[in-house]
Every structure is written in C-alpha cells, then in structure tokens.
C-alpha cells in the first residue's frame, strides 16, 4: 500500500478487479505486492488508483505481437507457471487462479493459450474445460492441459472436446516445454483451419 497519492482518482477493490478481469481476491494480492497502487485512511478499506489500473490494462497488451498466454493456476510459483516461461518466453505470461477467473479473462482479453491442469483445488475440472473451450473457440485461443500421468490420457481425451491440447509428462523439464512450444507453433500454423485438431502426443 502506498501513502495517499496526489491523485485521488481511486476505486474499490471489486470494481478494479471488474475492469482486469480478475477475481477480487487477486487484485487484493497485486494491491499488496505493489503491481497495483493502492491506499487507505484509517480504518477504511484499501482503494485503488485508477492511473494504475490503466497502467496496468496497457502493459498486460503484448507489445510483441507473439501474444498473451494465461496460466490457470492457485500458485504463481508452481512448476506450471515456469513451464509457460520456459517453452514461450516471447508470450506475456499472466495468472488466472481458478477456471472462472479464466473464462472471464477469455472474454475481456483473448488470450493465444490459456495453459491449465486437472488439479485445480475446488473446480470441477471437466465442466471448467467444456466451459473454456466454449470460450475458446469463439475467441481462437488456444486451451493446453497438463496430465500427471500418460495413463491418464484415454480417459481423459473422452471427456473432453477434440480441439483441447492434452500435454503428457516427460522424463525432464526442458522436454516437456520443448513439446508444449511445438504445440503452440503447430495450432499457429493451423489456426486458419477449421477443422484443425491437435492432440499433444509426441
């Protein structure tokens, strides 16, 4: 939090959340963390400078025309976000912590690849997936899954639409991004495509 700025032009906390898209719960975090301007009186609840909302709706724009990859994930620091870093370092990388946050950052901001597990804590992962594909498909992006385990697959691919990546486990790492960057290289050269369909198996 900062001290109260020259610039009262402030709003709460939802309402911010709202215009990035987020949940309430994330825009608290990033008032926190510094990377949205926030202060508060006494007593009163935390409101945020409007400039930095605004500050932050430009710089989430990619400027490199390679795209905006959203990573699905409760944990900023987890093995999948260092996953989306490592395989497309080109692409901004942003967090939605759960599938709604996701969809609604669908919508807003048409995301190239929104990378996600089966994991989630809380969610129906399945009915999540129907839902962003839905979402997805409207807006041509991209929906990539992580499996813990190959043997996961079969069941898994029946469950869900065919146009969905299923990335499986690899042995390191670095083989494990160098297969979701071939994905995403692959559905660009598709994307004109209608009926293009990828599977993730390699």
Known sequence: MTQRPDSTI?????????????SV???????????????????????ILVS????????????????????????????????????????????????????????????AVVLTHLG??????????HALAAHARERGTLVVVLLEAECERAMVRTRLPDEIVLLGPADDPQARAATLKACVEDWRSRRGGASAMLDGHH
């Not at 430009?58 to 944990?75: F, H, K, S, Y």
């Not at 620091?77 to 669908?106: K, Q, Y």
């Not at 989630?120 to 997936?129: E, S, V, Y």
């Open 10 to 22: 402030t709003c709460s906390t939802r309402i911010a959340a709202r215009r990035l898209g987020v």
């Open 25 to 47: 719960r994330t825009a608290r975090l990033w008032a926190e963390n510094g990377k949205l301007k926030a202060w508060s009186g006494r007593g009163a609840r935390p409101r």
């Open 52 to 111: 930095s909302i605004d500050r932050l709706l430009r710089t989430r724009t990619p400027a490199t025309g390679q795209g905006l990859l959203i990573v699905c994930e409760d944990d900023e620091r987890s093995a999948l976000a260092a996953l989306a870093g490592s395989a497309v370092p080109a692409m901004h990388t942003d967090f939605a912590c759960n599938g709604f946050e996701a969809l609604i950052r669908i919508g807003a901001e048409a995301p």
């Open 120 to 129: 989630l804590a809380g969610m129906d992962a399945f009915r999540m997936l």
